[in-house]
């Protein structure tokens, strides 16, 4: 055992929470044991010196996300952690299986609510929720996108209770963004600690956007020809441009605009370029289907093109996301997913929902209302951590407003637990603390599906706090899946 | 590449342009104010004329003195065409295009403005303005010569260029125009300083050093129209801008049109009389350049920035 030096850092650690890399007796779990050894080895200096070279290499990529204020706007980079969040192959492997179930399920019950509503008809989900979903777009009944899929990427937030379980927290089937961190976070952890992939068999993450274009490619309504593939998006003002230009640079595709694009007569789409107008088969639309088309949807929205909906109808472009998948991405229809998996897979879910209560019912209500100090309740069709309210730190006065809300809706919250949310170690100031962590795979589903290895590993910087999310001070981690005895399995 | 890009690059290299080239006008300026006789001092009047910003100027100031004008051309924001307007438009268009050119032209850009903004706010000094504008104009180099050495010489590229070009070309025009109105007005007489007038109309342009070099003449009216306009080495002169539009246009798919709007104003330029124009209708013919130049614009508009047919 060294001496204890000035330079040398407090390694006493310990979380009062499950944690990702430490067991309950203070020393690493098993896929986390090389990693923390070797972490082990480093001196305070040669632990901030690293930290210096990840800030700068996340810096020379551009990671940032965009900051609005009155001066005009700033790129901001992503606070980024340097200690990884591991998983085991193992366990990934039978999250992943349960993802894909997921958004299969998903999937068909969105396709079903857009036909023949057989999910209503055989009582399995209630048509009043139906009728009261806010993104249940009418004018998609009867369209048939190609392989009945409508999410073709979904980015389902995971997170690990107390006794360490993993529940699938909810599912964002809208505009799903996080995954350009992902990937630009582990080509910072390889520039800073390369003897660490060369000594740990970490899965690689790469490959996502060839597996997104080819996803995408694979809907075009020109199969034979070679279809040109477009990522829309709302502009560079948005909060998530960075991802829109990496994604589009990454598979070497354009970045459009809606004023870009025009519809003709024959319902065909095309982009302006330079060599003229040129046809478009596939969307990768990173903007809300309310601003979609003025046509169909707000007509004041001059971020989308008008006609779009119509050529989507026609076939004549694939959307991707499909209008209309929002209606599943949604805390009240989150709440019905272990029956939406029986009724239309015959199977149990393989990744557990958190127990939900729906304020629709009257009998779960009177419990939300009566426990309130002890839930989380939600609104169910917001997403990014706003308008919610954690019992356990909320004050009186705003467990009433909260409870007066709820009653004027009901249909529109629903609470849970309040989970004891995993921690992952993080470099604090002092040395390493317990941040409590989720995570965000991303699921491709066209022809085929596609689970990315790992996730965002999002992490709350401020101690104590369970807010990840990138507009509310959050930062983020490399995700390791990391195969420990080599043969894939635990 | 898209319209949108395209039409945003064409931009950014015409406002940074514009931007050096009032910088350029209004340091200029202030060197003839010092030359000149006060009596054949056109003052400062002319170049809110050269802007074509006339109308403008007369609703937000009272008189054309040098404090004012100055404050119109450099400084003032409701003024679409002052420098501090121009780089915050080649800010915005490169924005939105930033992809396309090396990450420093892009932060060069925004330092730049953002030094304007600081630079050109509250009261303007002398010295100050001069040390802001030489400032400018050295940076504005800098970052062509950024772009000319760092940047793939794609349709990007070729963008920035038909922008910088074109608004190069038409400042010259404007100039010419301007300068030379009230020195044509007395050519029959004996101008003691004529020599001395049409060397401030070189020097508006920076042009003066290069006009010795290849004239090697007395500098008179004739020659100094023939050396803006139709120089093939002097990089201010129409001509130059032409042949550089030219070269550019070349590269682009469906240039066509162009490239025939260029070779209208070339041929009008090769067929001037010089001698004829000095002693009258120069000002009709820089507007029919004028015209022509507008008509340029317009068909690179619709060629590349609106287009409604093309490859189905």
Redesign the interface.
Known sequence: MNRKHANDLDWHYRSDFHDELIGPRGGPRQAARRLWKYLRGLDRNELLERRDACEIAALVAGITFRVYHDEGSADRAMPFDLIPRVIPLGEWQRISAGLEQRVTALNLFIDDLYHEQKVVRDGVFPSEILAGSANFRSQCVGVRPRYGVWAHICGSDLVRDADGTMYVLEDNLRVPSGVSYMLENRQVMKKVFPELFEDIDIQPVDDYPARLLDMLAGLSPRPADDPTVVVLTPGMFNSAYFEHAWLAQQMGVELVEGRDLVVDDSDCVFMRTIEGLQRVDVIYRRIDDAFLDPEVFREDSVLGAPGLMRAWKAGKVALANAPGAGVADDKVVYSYLPEIIRYYLDQDALVPNVPTWRCSIRSELDHVLANIDQLVVKPANESGGYGMLIGPHASRKERERFKRLVKADPRNYIAQPTLAISTCPTLVPGGMGPRHVDLRPFILSGQEQYVTTGGLTRVAMRAGSLVVNSSQGGGSKDTWIVDVDGAGGS | ????V?ENLYWYGRYMERAEDLGRMVNVNAHLMLDLPRRLAAGWAPLVRITGSQALFDELYEEADERQVVRFLLADPRHPGSVLSCLASARENL??AR?MVP?EVWEQTNDLYLLAREQLSGHLAKRRRHDFIDDMIRRCQQLIGMLSDSMSHD?AWDFILLGRYHERADMTTRILDVRSAHLLRGVDEIQPFDQLQWMSVLKSLTGYQMYRRHVRLRVNGADVLRFLLGHPLFPRSVCFCLAALGERLQT???HQAALDAVGRIQQRIDRMDAEALVRGGLSRFVDELQVELIGLGETITQT?????????
Request: charge should be positive.
């Open positions: 590449m898209l319209s949108r395209a924005l939105a992809d990450r349709h682009l798919p469906r590349w920035f609106q287009a409604e047919s093309g490859n189905y």
